[in-house]
C-alpha cells in the first residue's frame, strides 16, 4: 500500500523592511544575506554518484518539494540551478550537524552524515509555504552552522489506552522529523491494550488488543467488563506494518525505541494468557483504571514467565533496529509476590532482601537476555529499586531524583520529569481546554526545562543523553487530540534539545512561533493557541508585599480588579507591581488585540499577616519537588489553590513541622493553617493540626489541637483551614504541627502507605 508522504513546511514572516527566517529549532549559527533562491522547474537535486546513502534524502526532498508545488525535480540531470547534498569531514558539526548555504544560484547542504542532510533539508523547508499555493518558491540567502545539543530528543506515544493506526503513526513521526527529534518512545503495551503482533502467541492481539468500548465514559470511572459484553474497541499493529512504519521513520532520521511493559502493567497479556500471573486466573481485558481483582504483574517466580517474555523480545528485536529496548518497569505493585508461593521461594532462592529485590532480579534477567541480543535496556527510574542492573538506563519520569542517582552511579540517563513534560497535562487554563488528566505544563514551562540538573558535576552530566515528552492517552482518544497535545509543546522542547542554552529566548521563541501557528492553520492541524490563563505571583520587597501578573500570551494584556469584580476592558490595566495592603483578592484576565481571552478570570487571595515575609524552619525537609515559591512560601501572603503544583508545600510520610520566628513579640490572636486533600494523588489531609507559641524559642505552650473534619473518603480537591482563636497573648515564636495520615484509607490506590500532606499560608493575626 502506498502512504501519502505528509511534510511540514513554514513559511517567513515580515519584520520591518527585512525578510526573517522563523526556524524552530533555532540554529546555532545563521547569517542571512542578500537575495533569494528561486526553487523551479530548472533546479535539480544532485548528490555524488558514488554516495548512495544521500539516495534516500534525495528522495525525500524531491517528494517535499512536489508536495508543495507540483514540481518533480531531476536528480543528478546536469540541469542551470542546484539544490547540492554532500557528505563532508567537518569535526565542528558532528553526527547530526549540518552547514546550509543558500546563494542566488545554488543550495548546499553538507553534512558528515545522512542524518546531518536530512535536518539541513528540514531548515530548508521551514522556509517555504505551508500549502500548495502555486507561488514562487523562494528561499532566502543565507548561512547556517547547526548542531544538536543533545543526543536523545524524544516525543512519545502511548497507542496502548488509545489505539491509533499506521497512518497517525507516520503523521506524528512527520511531525517529530519537521522539529529535529530524533527518538520516538513507541508505548506499545501496556495493561489496557497489547497493540504489537507476536506471532508465537497470537493471543496477545486476538484478546489482548480488544476490551469492551466504554470511551463514552471518563477513564476513572468505567466499569470492569461482563463475560456478555462483546470486546469490539482497540487494534494492534501487524509485523509488516511496524516494518514499514520503522522504515519510514529511519528515512527522517527518527529511531523507534519499543516499550515492552514488565513486570507491571500487563493485564492485557495476563488476559490473553492467565497462566503468567501469580494467581493464575481468568480476567476480561480492562476497560480503564478500575483494578479492582485484577492481576496486572507477571508472576517474578514463574520460569514459564521468563521464557515467554523472552520470545516475545526475541521477536521484538527483530523487528525494531533500536539500540534499546524499553522494559517499563514502572508502578510496580509488589503486593502479589508478597502472597505468592513461587515469588517467595524466588526471594528465598537467590537470597533476595525483599520485594523490591526481587524486581531487580526479574529485571537484571531480562537484561542478561537483552545484551546477549546485542542491545540494550532502558526502563523507567522504577528500575532503580533494589538495585540498578549493569549496563541499565534509566528514563527519569519522577521528576529529576532517579535520573541524577543513576548519572552518579555512572549510568545514562534519559531526563523525562513529569513536570514540565508530560505533556497529557493541561498547557493552558483547565477551564477552556479538554480535559486532561491533570498538572499544568505550559508552554513556557517546557521552553524554560533545563535537561542538566545542578547537582550534577561535568563528569557525570555527561550520562545525561538528553530528553523527551510523554504523550500518555488516557483522555486522549482521537488523533485531533493527540496532535492538540502536543502542539506547539514540542517545539518548545525541540528549541530545548537542540539549540545552545545560550540562544535560548522566549520572546524571540513566541515570535518565530505565530508563522508555526499560521502553518498549522494552513494543514489543518489542531493546536492550542495559548495559555490565557494570569499567573499571579506574591513578591516580598524590604519586608512588603507585593503581587506581580503575567501572561504568557503573544502580545498579552492584563486587566485585573481588587474589589471582587470580574476583570474587564474598563478594569485597571497592569503595568507593574501591586503592592498589598490589607488582604484582598485578586482578579485577573488576559486581553489579546482588545478581546478578553480568559474565560475564567485567574484569582488569588493575599493574607496579610503579622509573620508575612518571616523565615520559616522545618524539623523535617519539604520536598524538593513541591518547593512552591520557596523555604518561606508559609508566609508569603498567597493562600494556595485546588491547583497542586503552585503554592503548596508538599511533604511526604512524615508531620509537617514547621517554626517561625517573628524577630519581636508580638500580641496575637489567632493562628490558621490551609491544608489540601487531593485523594486521587495520595494528598489527604492531616489527622490533626496543633498550634504552639513561645517567647523564647525552646519552652512551648500548647494553644490547640484541632482535628481534621474532612473524610478520608472525601475525592474531591478540597482546601480546609484549621483555625483557633484565642485571648491576645505576646508571643515572638510560633509553631505548627500537622500530623501525617500514616495509611491511606481501605480501597485507595495506595492503600496502608502514609499519605502526602500539603501545606500552604501559616497565618498568625
Known amino acids: 500500500m502506498k502512504y501519502l508522504l505528509i511534510v511540514f513546511f513554514f513559511p517567513t514572516y515580515l519584520l520591518a523592511q527585512n525578510k526573517q527566517i522563523s526556524i524552530i529549532p533555532v540554529p546555532v549559527s545563521l547569517q542571512q544575506n542578500v537575495g533569494e533562491f528561486i526553487i523551479n522547474e530548472q533546479t535539480q537535486i544532485e548528490f555524488s554518484a558514488q554516495s548512495k546513502q ?147 502467541y497470537p493471543a496477545l492481539t486476538n484478546t489482548g488488543a480488544w476490551r469492551v468500548d466504554q470511551t463514552n465514559l471518563v477513564w476513572g470511572s468505567r466499569p470492569q467488563a ?38 507491571g502493567h500487563v493485564a492485557s497479556a495476563i488476559a490473553s494468557y492467565p497462566f503468567l500471573s501469580c494467581t493464575q486466573q481468568q480476567q476480561l481485558p480492562l476497560t480503564g483504571g478500575n483494578y479492582t481483582n485484577m492481576s496486572s504483574n507477571y508472576c517474578a517466580g514463574n520460569d514459564s514467565v521468563i521464557h515467554f517474555l523472552e520470545n516475545v523480545l526475541t521477536e521484538v528485536i527483530q523487528l525494531f533496529p533500536s539500540k534499546y529496548i524499553h522494559i517499563g518497569g514502572d508502578e510496580v505493585d509488589k503486593t ?56 541499565a538506563t534509566v528514563m527519569s519520569w519522577r521528576g529529576e531524583a532517579g535520573g541524577i542517582a543513576a548519572a552518579k552511579m555512572k549510568h545514562d540517563v534519559v531526563m523525562t520529569p513529569g513536570n514540565p513534560v508530560y505533556f497529557d497535562h493541561y498547557q493552558g487554563d483547565p477551564a477552556s481546554e479538554p480535559i486532561a488528566i491533570g498538572g499544568f505544563n505550559t508552554l513556557k514551562k517546557v521552553y524554560d526545562y533545563e535537561p542538566l540538573p545542578k547537582e550534577l558535576n561535568e563528569e557525570e552530566a555527561r550520562h545525561v543523553l538528553g530528553a523527551q515528552a510523554n504523550l500518555w492517552t488516557e483522555y486522549v482518544t482521537t488523533p485531533k487530540q493527540v496532535e492538540y497535545m502536543v502542539l506547539p509543546r514540542m517545539l518548545a522542547l525541540s528549541e530545548v534539545l537542540w539549540s545552545p542554552k545560550a540562544s535560548k529566548d522566549w520572546a524571540g521563541f513566541n515570535e518565530r512561533l505565530q508563522q508555526h501557528f499560521k502553518a498549522f492553520d494552513q494543514k489543518g492541524l489542531n493546536y492550542s493557541k495559548g495559555n490565557f490563563k494570569v ?127 517573628l524577630e519581636e513579640e508580638k500580641n496575637i490572636q489567632s493562628l490558621s493553617l490551609g491544608c489540601l486533600q487531593n485523594y486521587n494523588d495520595w494528598i489527604m489531609m492531616p489527622e490533626w493540626v496543633k498550634f504552639e507559641v513561645s517567647l523564647d524559642g525552646v519552652n512551648y505552650t500548647t494553644i490547640k489541637t484541632v482535628p481534621n473534619p474532612i473524610a478520608q473518603q472525601e475525592k474531591k480537591s478540597v482546601i480546609n483551614n484549621f483555625t483557633t482563636t484565642f485571648p491576645s497573648l505576646k508571643a515572638r515564636f510560633v509553631r505548627v504541627t500537622a500530623k501525617v495520615l500514616d495509611q491511606l484509607p481501605k480501597g485507595h490506590s495506595g492503600e496502608g502507605k502514609p499519605a502526602w500532606i500539603f501545606a500552604d499560608e501559616f497565618i498568625v493575626e
Open 226 to 263: 461482563k463475560e456478555a459484553e462483546e470486546p469490539t474497541y482497540g487494534g494492534y499493529y501487524t509485523q509488516a506494518q511496524i516494518k514499514e512504519i520503522v522504515a519510514y521513520a529511519s528515512e527522517r532520521n527518527i529511531t523507534v525505541v519499543p516499550e515492552i511493559e514488565m513486570p
Open 535 to 661: 499567573e499571579i505571583k506574591p513578591i516580598l520587597k524590604e519586608g512588603e508585599l507585593y503581587a506581580t501578573l503575567s501572561t504568557e500570551a503573544y502580545k498579552g494584556q492584563i486587566y485585573y480588579t481588587t474589589n471582587g469584580d470580574q476583570p474587564s476592558l474598563k478594569s485597571q490595566l497592569y503595568e507593574g507591581l501591586i503592592k498589598i495592603n490589607s488582604s484582598v483578592t485578586i482578579k485577573a484576565a488576559t486581553v489579546v488585540n482588545g478581546e478578553v481571552k480568559s474565560i475564567i478570570p485567574a484569582e488569588q487571595q493575599f493574607a496579610l499577616h503579622k509573620a508575612i515575609g518571616k523565615k520559616v524552619n522545618y524539623t523535617h525537609p519539604i520536598s524538593r519537588y513541591y518547593m512552591a515559591d520557596g523555604p518561606n512560601s508559609l508566609t508569603d501572603g498567597i493562600k494556595g489553590t485546588t491547583a497542586i503544583n503552585q503554592f503548596w508545600h508538599g511533604i511526604a510520610a512524615k508531620d509537617l513541622i514547621a517554626t517561625i520566628d
Open 336 to 391: 502479589s509476590w508478597k502472597k505468592c508461593t513461587k515469588c517467595q521461594q524466588r526471594i528465598r532462592k537467590e537470597n533476595l532482601k525483599d520485594e523490591d529485590e526481587l524486581q531487580s532480579y526479574f529485571i537484571k534477567r531480562m537484561e542478561k537476555f537483552v545484551n546477549g541480543k546485542n542491545r540494550k535496556i532502558i526502563g523507567w527510574d522504577e528500575i532503580l529499586e533494589g538495585g540498578l542492573a549493569p549496563g
Open 54 to 200: 544521500l539516495q534516500s534524502a534525495a528522495s525525500f526532498l524531491r517528494n517535499a518539494i512536489q508536495d508543495i508545488s507540483g514540481l518533480n525535480l531531476p536528480i543528478n540531470k546536469n540541469a542551470k540551478q542546484k539544490i547540492v547534498l554532500a557528505l563532508i569531514k567537518d569535526a565542528v558539526i558532528g553526527e547530526e550537524g549540518y552547514r546550509l548555504v543558500v546563494l542566488t544560484n545554488a543550495i548546499q547542504i553538507k553534512a558528515n552524515t545522512p542524518a546531518g542532510i536530512i535536518y539541513g533539508i528540514q531548515t530548508l523547508l521551514q522556509t517555504l509555504p505551508a500549502v500548495r499555493t502555486n507561488a514562487k518558491l523562494t528561499v532566502p540567502c543565507m548561512q547556517v552552522t547547526d548542531y544538536p545539543q543533545f543526543k536523545w530528543r524524544g516525543m512519545h506515544l502511548d497507542v496502548s489506552r488509545h489505539f491509533f493506526g499506521p497512518n497517525v503513526i507516520k503523521q506524528y513521526l512527520d511531525l517529530l522529523a519537521a522539529y529535529k527529534f530524533n527518538t520516538f518512545h513507541w508505548h506499545l503495551v501496556d495493561d489496557q491494550g497489547w497493540r504489537i503482533e507476536i506471532k508465537k
